[in-house]
């Protein structure tokens, strides 16, 4: 791989970064309005409850007011006791008097609100899977330069490439893991002592940005000296 088309696959990470936590917004903004509505609802349906049962206790509507869910139930649980109440509330409006709860609030407010909860739910999967897909593009490209700086911090540490003291050598990227979470690191070499250590580390911003660094930087400072002779740096090297 060229230092133009590793560059060109660092651009790329950085976008897909970006686009990960605009997905990553997306979703707990959907999830928040999401589950706003849901306690507004909830309030809804506690509040024409209680009305109807003040208005017309112990006649056949009791038996129909639908139970309250916990916001923190899924879909199911949700929609279908506020299904229910949208069906109770219009035909009390029909059979008995329109309920008005606090606020002015009145069944064709009460059925936008669950129509616009029901778009919620929708929001909030689709922002999910965007989500998912957004962290496999990153993670695809997190693999490549995986792969990349493996092979490239393996061959630059053969002994006729560059010397254990060279000072490329010294500051050669560590190969990183390939996604997030915690990786055990293949291994790799001390510079200080010569031996060969095994590396654990996480895959953070700042840790890929440095090895990413030191690779374009290495690419584009070749080591003047040979094995075994002194490292001197010609006119041409001494800006790397």
Known sequence: ???????????????????????RNGLEGSRGDLEATKTALLARLNQFNAKVRSLSPGTRWEPLLPKAF?????????????DDLADVWTRYDADVAPVNLP??????????????????????????????????KRNGTQEKIHNVLRQYHSRSRIPTKLLPSSSIFKTLPLPVPRSPFPASMPASINPATGETVAVHAFLDDARLDVALNRAAAAARCPEPGGPGGPLQRSSEHRGC
């Open 1 to 23: 791989m060229t230092l133009a088309a590793f560059t060109a696959l660092r651009a790329t990470l950085q976008t897909q970064r970006a686009q990960v936590e605009s997905a």
């Open 70 to 82: 916990n916001v923190s139930e899924g879909m199911g649980r949700v929609i279908r006791p506020l």
């Open 103 to 136: 606020g002015g609030y009145f069944i064709d407010d009460f059925t936008d609100q669950l129509a616009a909860l029901k778009l919620l739910y929708t929001a909030t999967s689709s922002a999910a899977v965007a989500l998912r897909l957004a962290r496999g």
